[in-house]
Each structure stands twice: as C-alpha cells, then as structure tokens.
C-alpha cells in the first residue's frame, strides 16, 4: 500500500505539480542576498594578523602528533576585530631531506574533527605522503575544540528523534516544518554570536591564515565530502596558493550553494537509488544477504511499520523505530559493496528484534555533529522562504524516494538531506557564505574523484565540479560508496602520485576494482558501525 505522506489525501497529479515546483526552483534558485559588507568585488580590507602557532605534544597516546591553537577574525570585516581560537595539529614529514610542504587534510561533514581526522588517518596514508609532507588537520570553526556550535541540547535531540517514525503518515510535513523552527530558533539562542560566521568563505580564509602560519607558499589538500566544497571555494579565493588539491566526492558549488532545493532533490535520489541496489542484490542473492525471502524492499517496507508500531527498547532505554533503521541505514550504505552482507545481517537481526547496529539511536556525540552539520549548511545556503513552498517541496521530495526519502525528510533535523526546513526560517545573517565565481581562474590543476554510486554526494555533482573548475580533472570510480580514496586501489595509486609528483590521470580514466560483497567475518566490520562522527580515510586492503 502506498503510503501517505501529506497532511491531506494527496492525488499523484498535485504530488506531479510538486515535482514541477522542485523543477522551477532548480532553475531559478534562491536569490542570494547582497554582498556581505566589506567583501564587494574589488574591496581590500585590512590583513588579517597571521597566527602564532605554539607547538605542544598532543593529548592523548604519543602518535608523533604536535598541537597548538591559532586565533584568526571571527568577522573577517573586521580583521583586527575580536578572534575565534582554532584547534590546530601537525605531523611532520618523516624524511625531512625530501620534504616538499604542508598537506591539510579535511574531513567534511560538516561537524567532523580535523584534528581527529588527521591523527586517525595518518596510519592509512601511504608512506610517501607520510615521508614527504607534514600532515596537518585543524578542528574549523563552530566544530569541536574550535567552538562548537550548540543548537538543541542532548534531551531536546533525543525527543525528536525517539519520536520520529520510519512512516510519517499524516502530519509529517508541517511536523518537519515546525521542528526545523524550534531547531533554528535553539541555534540563535545558544549560539547566536557565532552563527553568522560558521561559513565558509570565512573558513577558507582560515585555511589560508595557517597556511601562512606554517610558513608555506603554497598548500597540498585532500577534502573529502563537505571537504571537497571547503576546497573549491578555498581555491576560488586564493587560486596561486594551490600546489595540489584532491577533492573526493564533489560537490556541485553552484547548485548546492544557491539551488539548494535541486541539489537536496539530487541526494534523496542518490541515497535511495544505493539503498536500493543493495536490496536488488539481496533479492538475487538470497542466502548471502538473508534478509527478505526474495523480496527484501516489501520487506523493507514492513520492518519500518513493525518498529514503528512497537519500538525496540535498547539497553539505554530509549526506542528504536523504523526511523532509527533508515538512519542508521543512511550512514551505513556508504560504506560500498563489501558491506552488503553485514547490512543484510543486521536487517535480519532487526526483523527478528535482536541486537544491530541499524536500531541504535543518535548519541549525544552525534548530536554534536549534527547540530553543526546543519548550521554551517544554513550559514552557506539560501533557501526560498515561501512556507508554501517548503512543504510542497519536502514532501514531494519524501515521495519521489520511496525508501528513506519519507523518514529522513519528513524527519527532525540531522544531516544533509533535510536541512530545508531549518535553513529556509533561519534567523542569522550570512555574511561569511562564498558568493563569488568558482572557476578558480590560476590555480595548478585540481583533482576530483567522483565515484559513480555514492549515497551521499552524487556522481554527477563530482562531474559538475570539475567542469566548473578552470583546471579540474575528474577520475572517476566505477562502484558503490561514499568518495572513492583508499577504497579503490587504481584511484589511490592515481591520486597519490599526483599529490607526490603532480602527475594527473589520464582525462576520462575509470577505475572499477571495487572490492566485491565480502564474506561475513571478514575484515570489513571495521566499516560497519553506529557513530557517524567516526570519519577517517579507510585503511587500503
């Protein structure tokens, strides 16, 4: 039966003219405000004081890793104005007579720790990176150890998302309207001085003040995800301080900057197409997956209707829901081909109402991420605010992805999918949103790796960015998962020279050496999991 995802009966003629609206507004866009004052075309403010960066062992187990904190403008308007304290770490290179610069590593998010994302993943680079460069990770602004933003707190998050369903039924819409408002109006409570300044052109411009920190005249980059905007619009603004630039799993700037409906449309169908070639898997390869007797999406169906109506109780207490499964789902898909069976696994454990990964709530580390997911992505984005136009929009959008698009849209605030009714009522100005070309018009050749059945961000977006950048390159990676680095070993290979050397693929190289559907009990549980905030580059196999 189909479900109903309005608040009124809704024939498939008006959900039709909903999906023209989605086409409109992808045209149109939203209209950006004006020019954030003192950052006009043409306008030269005042530099910026360069950090000084006091270097100390790190906490923590001795990894080789050094820290420090350097202050930069919380407004760059007013650059010798009051300061933000960022959380900075380095590794220096291994082979100090060979050394070549500085390569920043960026996790996206955004909410993900640099710091941690470049100590966590310093293990899986190849001993070439690790041999010629400092490895070096910062904590960006609003996140961690860099003044975390706080919207709603741990009790306010749980209730919304204990109470979420799997099937929104009735109500959903206006519900997701209504939360997106109490979540936005928690932000400027708690967080008001530091929201307008969370995005990032001003982030950028803190990539650039370390630079110079560091003493480099130039910077080597890898951002993955979020990383990859952070990237672009970096080499936007400072095009000839980029000596390489590794941007995995693209974004398309424009479209996610300025035609935010259209590019939120993209992810949905993204996201449930990858969900949806696992399930086909596992109706043709029954015994492997073992979830669903042949037809897993009917089962799929029914699994989120059971919890719904009768929630696991987990050992903390709290419920788990057909909207904890398509949650937990959501991250998990991202993981690629190797994990199928451990998804089929845990779906079958859920159906049977047994312990897995898929019925374990948000934590309050996750909330963390997502209050700052959310925010920095409604400092850098304009939706139209028409509330009519909104719940048209985010319910014809659940519609159009039958499988998670009606929980993750229809749902509180979390991650990228449905931050439309949050940022379309946001109180805050933007005046640290990136409003310029982003061609980067001078910078050395930049690299984009798109894999061609990412969840999260999709392929065409990776395809988009790098014909958008005057000196784009696209590798693409034939397989499934979120970016395509360490898990491929034809990208790495391809991508690590050119970091090291400078020497790009070939134009139009595909790589397609996806590890296939492992066998359960095999090592790929290490990418099976419940904490979203876990971002590291995976280990090569």
Not at 70 to 93: E, M, Q, S
Not at 130 to 140: E, H, I, L, N, T
Not at 449 to 460: A, E, H, K, M
Not at 473 to 497: K, W
Request: with cysteine.
């Amino acid at each position: 039966m189909q479900t109903r995802l309005a608040d009124a009966p809704r024939t498939r003629a008006a959900w039709g003219i909903a999906l023209v609206l989605i086409v409109v507004t992808a045209l149109l866009g939203a209209a950006p405000p004006g020019a954030a004052p003192g950052a006009a075309p043409g306008a030269a403010p005042a530099d910026p004081p360069v950090p000084v960066l006091s270097w100390v062992p790190c906490d923590g187990p001795g990894d080789g890793f050094a820290c420090a904190t350097a202050r930069v403008p919380l407004d760059y308007r007013r650059p010798t104005g009051p300061t933000i304290a960022l959380a900075v770490t380095r590794r220096l290179a291994a082979d100090r007579d060979h050394r070549t610069g500085v390569l920043l590593l960026h996790p996206g998010g955004p909410g993900n720790s640099g710091v941690d994302f470049a100590r966590n993943s310093y293990g899986a680079l190849p001993a070439s990176l690790r041999d010629a460069f400092d490895v070096v990770g910062y904590d960006m602004r609003g996140v961690g150890r860099s003044g975390q933003v706080e919207c709603w707190d741990d009790a306010e998050y749980a209730a919304a998302v204990d109470t979420a369903r799997g099937v929104p039924g009735p109500g959903g819409a206006q519900r997701a309207v209504r939360q997106g408002l109490d979540f936005a109006g928690a932000c400027q409570r708690r967080s008001g001085d530091l929201l307008p300044f969370i995005g990032t052109a001003s982030n950028a411009r803190d990539i650039d003040l370390l630079r110079q920190a560091l003493g480099e005249e130039t910077v080597s980059f890898y951002g993955r995800s979020f990383g990859s905007y952070v990237g672009t619009v970096y080499a936007a603004q400072f095009p000839r301080r980029v000596r390489a630039m590794v941007l995995d799993g693209g974004y398309d700037p424009r479209r996610y900057a300025d035609v935010p409906y259209a590019y939120d449309a993209g992810q949905f169908a993204a996201l449930d197409a990858a969900v949806g070639r696992f399930l086909d898997w596992c109706a043709q390869n029954a015994a492997a997956c073992g979830f669903g007797e042949g037809r897993p999406r009917q089962a799929f169906e029914r699994l989120k209707r059971a919890l719904d109506a009768d929630p696991v109780i987990t050992a903390s207490g709290r419920p788990a829901t057909g909207y904890t499964l398509a949650y937990r789902l959501m991250f998990n898909i991202n993981s690629g081909k190797e994990v199928w069976p451990y998804l089929g696994e845990a779906l079958r454990a859920a159906q049977a109402r047994q312990g897995s990964f898929l019925l374990s709530p948000p934590s309050p580390a996750s909330f963390d991420f997502l209050n700052v997911n959310t925010a920095v992505e409604c400092a850098d984005r304009v939706y139209p605010t028409s509330p009519l136009l909104l719940r048209a929009l985010i319910g014809a959008q659940a519609a159009a992805s039958a499988l998670l698009g009606p929980p993750i849209g229809l749902g509180p605030p979390t991650y990228d999918h449905n931050h439309a009714p949050t940022c379309s009522q946001w109180p805050a100005e933007r005046p640290s949103r990136f409003e310029g070309s982003y061609r980067a018009a001078g910078s050395a050749p930049i690299l984009v790796l798109g894999t061609t059945g990412d969840p999260d961000t999709p392929y065409q977006d990776s395809v988009a960015l790098a014909g958008t950048l005057d000196n784009g390159r696209l590798l693409t990676f034939d397989g499934e998962g979120h970016t395509a680095y360490n898990r491929s070993a034809c990208v790495s290979a391809l991508a690590t020279a050119y970091l090291a050397t400078l020497a790009l693929p070939a134009r139009g190289t595909v790589c397609a050496d996806e590890a296939p559907p492992g066998a359960l009990g095999r090592s790929t549980t290490a990418a099976v999991g419940v904490d979203e905030t876990r971002d590291v580059i995976p280990a090569p196999h």
